[in-house]
């Protein structure tokens, strides 16, 4: 499907048992439909297929678009494809009558606005030390504080920690942080956590970090207690992205562990701190609770495996106050030629 966008128009799903398959009316054989319901069979997926006007290709021309439309742009909050609905969701912070009128008069139906809050960068454990481990929260005078997601490794064999790309810059310098002391309470005087190497933030691309010079290791602090600074960690067992429904768990140094489930549609274009950030997925709160918050940035999003151990699903980037959202980790591997690190 994703080898063709021309006759495809995305996938959605009921959590794991079912999909939807989008195609465009008329540029699909009727074997090849039934080759994809054979093949999702053979998983025990039960697959249906429907019928739409736009390709996925149309609507990432759509996508395109939008960030020289001023007039959306100056309100925007987040927006990406809703194959459900076969349009480009598109949420802004304020619904006008000219903000209408702009998309209508651009984009016609294929645009879909909506009432969004405007969301904020979300700036693990403490006292770590070198080989690091996924959750603790790291910083320094500049940023304050942010959150190590997971550890990767390069084709030459060097381990990076994995994190936020707006918690800094190339060539700044962190350290580990605990609870308390220091200089304001950011983490000098502490343990040498590395020095940011490789880092990408806005013009619509992703926002993701690598800090390196040191040892990471392959495995996550995972105890529900932030102040609980005992032994009890996890080891990755593997990388994977999630489906629209499923639940995942978000592990910030601030918020600690916190149950949410992807909101789809698909992967979003979120503004915040002034940059363009695509590739994100939006994940919701399943109870009461803060999922993300300022600090948490960079954290681990996960799944458990039932091994034992857990599934590297994205670090976390930014919220809104009930919602946050997420980069996909298998993402950022593609990017850097890099396979987690496991425990």
């Not at 995305?10 to 994809?36: F, P, Y």
């Not at 770590?128 to 959750?135: H, K």
């Not at 990388?239 to 140094?253: A, D, E």
């Not at 600690?256 to 994940?283: K, M, S």
């Amino acid at each position: 499907m994703e080898s063709r966008p021309d006759v495809y128009a995305g996938i959605t799903t009921n959590g794991t048992a079912d999909v939807t398959i989008h195609v465009v009316k008329g540029r699909q054989s009727g074997a090849e439909t039934d080759a994809l319901r054979h093949e999702a069979g053979l998983e025990k997926i039960a697959a249906k297929v429907v019928l739409t006007e736009r390709s996925t290709a149309d609507l990432k021309k759509v996508m395109a678009a939008i960030p020289d439309n001023d007039v959306l742009m100056a309100r925007l909050s987040s927006y990406g494809i809703d194959p459900a609905n076969n349009r480009v969701d598109v949420g802004v912070t304020e619904l006008t009558a000219e903000v209408e009128s702009a998309a209508r008069a651009e984009f016609g139906d294929a645009v879909a606005l909506r009432v969004e809050q405007p969301f904020t960068a979300v700036s693990g454990r403490f006292e770590d030390s070198s080989p690091f481990y996924g959750g603790i929260r790291y910083g320094n005078q500049r940023i304050g504080a942010c959150t190590h997601g997971f550890s990767v490794t390069n084709a030459h064999g060097t381990r990076y920690a994995l994190t936020a790309g707006h918690c800094g810059f190339v060539g700044e310098t962190y350290a580990a942080m605990t609870y308390s002391g220091g200089s304001d309470g950011v983490g000098e005087g502490y343990t040498n956590f590395g020095t940011m190497q490789f880092q990408r933030f806005g013009g619509g691309g992703v926002d993701a970090g690598l800090i390196g010079g040191l040892d990471y290791g392959g495995r996550m602090w995972a105890h529900s207690n932030l102040y609980d600074n005992g032994g009890y960690s996890l080891p990755v067992h593997g990388v994977s992205y999630s489906c629209q429904g499923c639940r995942v768990i978000l592990n910030g140094s601030f918020s600690g562990l916190q149950t949410g489930f992807l909101n789809g549609p698909g992967e979003r274009c979120i503004t915040y701190n002034g940059g363009l950030n695509c590739g994100q997925q939006i994940v919701s709160p399943t109870a009461s609770g803060t999922l993300c918050q300022p600090g948490d940035s960079g954290g681990p999003v996960f799944a458990y495996d039932g091994q034992g151990g857990v599934i590297a699903v994205g670090i976390i980037a930014a919220g809104n106050g009930t919602n946050c959202t997420y980069t996909p980790v298998q993402t950022l591997l593609n990017i850097w030629t890099s396979r987690i690190t496991t425990g």
